[in-house]
């Protein structure tokens, strides 16, 4: 089988400059008929609930379900076992030198050692994150969606944000098929995802990336 990355787009992924780096792609796959095989065979077993709805001070909170496939670089071989082979493949690639220095060619003066994390969530009504920047560690981050018909009163866009106001929006991004956003960490990277609305019909899929600094506590 021919690659599901689309390296190219990432490598030339026009990067927004305001309120901080990142960038929106309307497709990083190289097929659209691999992109909605993608679609359709995302998991449906093995998420765990995530709910941090009362963290401590300086702590972010969210409630969403996930599913880690890959850990500091370290894979989770039983699930990515249960995975459908074109799933596994994807994996494959994400893990490869060649879809990390595409992403990575983004960040001015990236170094060489990052970690690889890759996780699949699953965001059912009522799940959220509230407004943050990330930990310092988290150089890069990308995100992948793979929802068909998602509505505007659903809710559970992905925000960037101007500060840590949900509602002081600078750009929204819908988690629609095949669409990902690239993202760069700084102090003024804000960013969060307001809570999935309760009639929702289906959950909001999405498959995060992110290169870190391998000392760096989740």
């Not at 992924?13 to 780096?21: D, I």
């Not at 095989?37 to 998991?43: I, K």
């Not at 994390?117 to 992948?144: A, Q, S």
């Not at 960013?191 to 498959?207: E, F, I």
Request: aromatic share 8%; glycine share 6%.
């Amino acid at each position: 089988m021919s690659s599901i990355i689309d390296e190219h787009a990432i490598r030339s992924a026009p990067l927004r400059r305001t309120p901080y780096r990142y960038a929106v792609l309307a497709d990083s796959f190289t097929d659209p008929a691999l992109t909605r095989r993608l679609g359709a065979e995302f998991p449906r077993e093995g998420f765990a609930l995530s709910d941090r709805e009362r963290a401590e001070p300086g702590q972010k909170r969210y409630r969403t379900f996930d599913h880690q496939l890959v850990r500091h670089d370290r894979p989770h071989t039983a699930n990515l076992a249960a995975l459908s082979p074109l799933w596994q493949q994807l994996v494959a690639e994400l893990r490869a030198p060649g879809y990390r220095a595409a992403l990575a060619s983004l960040v001015p003066q990236a170094p060489d050692d990052l970690a690889l994390e890759v996780r699949l969530t699953r965001y059912g009504p009522g799940c959220w994150i509230e407004p943050h920047t990330d930990r310092p560690d988290k150089v890069v981050t990308h995100l992948f969606y793979f929802n068909t018909g998602w509505q505007s009163a659903w809710q559970g866009d992905f925000r960037v944000l101007n500060g840590p106001d949900i509602e002081d929006v600078a750009d929204r991004v819908r988690p629609a098929l095949g669409t990902s956003l690239i993202m760069i960490r700084s102090d003024r990277s804000w960013h969060g995802v307001p809570p999935v609305s309760a009639d929702c019909p289906q959950d909001r899929l999405t498959l995060l990336v992110h290169l870190h600094h391998p000392d760096g506590a989740r």
